[in-house]
């Protein structure tokens, strides 16, 4: 997802007024409690962030999505 929108950060960190648009699906989505960010990471961006240097004794963090 990337914000074409900047939302506005009000009360409590809540944010409103953003617009967000997945490049992948061609999704947008309006409100920031409909979006899931936590674990969406591209792999290149994890792998430069130390996903190299591997997860356990197995291997780089892609190896192990599906076991988080």
Sequence with gaps: MEAVKKPRQGEDCKLTGGRWHSYYDAKTVTDAGK??????????????????????????????????
């Design 35 to 68: 979006l899931d960010i936590g674990h969406v990471v591209a792999l290149a961006e994890a792998w430069d962030s130390g996903a190299s240097k591997g997860v356990g004794r197995e291997g780089g963090a892609a190896r192990h999505q599906g076991s988080w």
